[in-house]
Each structure stands twice: as structure tokens, then as C-alpha cells.
């Protein structure tokens, strides 16, 4: 069965230093994948998606992800982050062939120090 | 575009009561999916609509039913409330074009429904 794990339940890092959210994937066929954020309280906000072609994949707020067929991942990076970036990340892999659903990771919980 | 709206945005619910929440997709998506998100269980799926048909269901009791309009909305019934269910509960729509494959879509998702139930 397809899973996501995302190893690291809570990371803290200092603003401006940067950031490396780690996600890996079981799934039997080409996956879809996805980060997504979440502030307290609100709902899931796209960050960025790789579903084909380069594997480095850029999205919003200075994000990038990169796809590792060999080692089933889909790390999320930012250069510099900032207090803002403070709350939850979760990648997802998405299933294709009419199936809408997401499966989810548990989880990163983002703290940044200043 | 205005993004996907749910509603009510908080509900509080007793044991065994009944609830039902509403979910408006993004114009034009004619997917719409849910999920409940707790502490311990983390994002789950419960189940996903497409031209008013359940497509997808997730491994949630008969208890928890949802369906949909012929504009894309979406509702989704709880009935005989348990104190587990607590939780927020998320609608997401997608476009669900046949470039690629349905699954391919990305999907949107609103604030969510906080439902507390004591």
C-alpha cells in the first residue's frame, strides 16, 4: 500500500538559516507528489507539486522540492527561512487513474528562533 | 477566483447528535474531496465526489456520508456523533481534467470545519 513518511515530527531552525523537510514515499507507480502547509487554525495551502519532467520543482514563498526516484523522496529546501515560515508541512502523494485521493504524511512541525 | 469555502467555520455537538457540513468548490472544479484531520490520526481521507457520484471512499463507518449538487457542492453528514470525532474537518476540489489523468489534479483546499464534540 502506498505510504508517506516524513521522519522529522518537529525541526527548529534559526531565520535565515536554511531549511531541509525530508519525505519519503512507497508507491508502486510514477507518483504525484506534493507539499502543502498549514498555519494554526487554517487549511492547506499548495506549496509546490512535481507530477512529471525536471525533478527539481520550484513553488511558492522560495520553496523547492526535489524528486529522487532512487531513494523514493521528496525533500523539501529553502535557502533562508524566515518567522513566517513557522507551521506544519505535509507531502502527500497523490494517486492517478481516478483516484482523487491524497495520502499524507504525519507531519514536520516548523519552529523558527530568531 | 475565490478559493473553496466551508462552512459553518466552528460547530459544537453533544454525543449522538447529528451534523452536516458544507463545502463550495472552487468555479469550474467538478471534484470535490474530504478529509478529516485529527491530533492522533493525522489527514485522512473520507471520501471524494466527482459529477455527483462518490468515486473514492476512504475506511471511515457508515456513519460519516456526504454527497453532492449538480453545481459541485458538497455536504457531509455525521450522524450519531462520537467524542472521537472531533476534529477539523477539510473539503479540497480539484479540476479533474483528462490531461494526465484524473489524479493528476492538484487539489485546493478550504479553512476547514472545526467540529468539537462533548
Known amino acids: 500500500a502506498q505510504s508517506v513518511t516524513q521522519p522529522d515530527i518537529h525541526i527548529t531552525v534559526s531565520e535565515g538559516a536554511s531549511l531541509e523537510l525530508r519525505c519519503n514515499y512507497s508507491y508502486g507507480a510514477t507518483p504525484y507528489l506534493f507539499w502543502y502547509v498549514q498555519s494554526p487554525g487554517q487549511g492547506l495551502q499548495l506549496l509546490l507539486k512535481y507530477f512529471s519532467g525536471d525533478t527539481l520543482v520550484q513553488g511558492i514563498k522560495g520553496f523547492e522540492a526535489e524528486f529522487k526516484r532512487s531513494q523514493s523522496s521528496f525533500n523539501l529546501r529553502k535557502p533562508s527561512v524566515h518567522w513566517s515560515d513557522a507551521a506544519e508541512y505535509f507531502c502527500a502523494v497523490g494517486h492517478n487513474f481516478g483516484n482523487e485521493k491524497l495520502t499524507f504524511g504525519t507531519g514536520t512541525r516548523l519552529t523558527i528562533i530568531p | 477566483k475565490a478559493g473553496v469555502t466551508q462552512t459553518p467555520r466552528y460547530l459544537i455537538k453533544t454525543r449522538g447528535q447529528q451534523v452536516t457540513l458544507s463545502c463550495s468548490p472552487i468555479?469550474?472544479?467538478?471534484?470535490v474531496s474530504w478529509y478529516q484531520q485529527t491530533p492522533g490520526q493525522g489527514l485522512q481521507f473520507l471520501f471524494e465526489?466527482?459529477?455527483?457520484?462518490?468515486?473514492n471512499k476512504g475506511n471511515f463507518p457508515g456513519r460519516f456520508s456526504g454527497r453532492q449538487f449538480s453545481n459541485s457542492r458538497s455536504e457531509m453528514n455525521v450522524s450519531t456523533l462520537e467524542l472521537g470525532d472531533s476534529a477539523l474537518y477539510l473539503c479540497?476540489?480539484?479540476?479533474?481534467?483528462?490531461?494526465?489523468?484524473?489524479?493528476?489534479?492538484?487539489?485546493?483546499f478550504g479553512p476547514g470545519t472545526r467540529l468539537t464534540v462533548l
Open positions: 465526489y466527482f459529477s455527483e457520484t462518490q468515486r
Open positions: 479540497a476540489s480539484s479540476a479533474t481534467g483528462l490531461a494526465g489523468g484524473p489524479g493528476t489534479d492538484t487539489q485546493y
Open positions: 468555479s469550474g472544479h467538478r471534484s
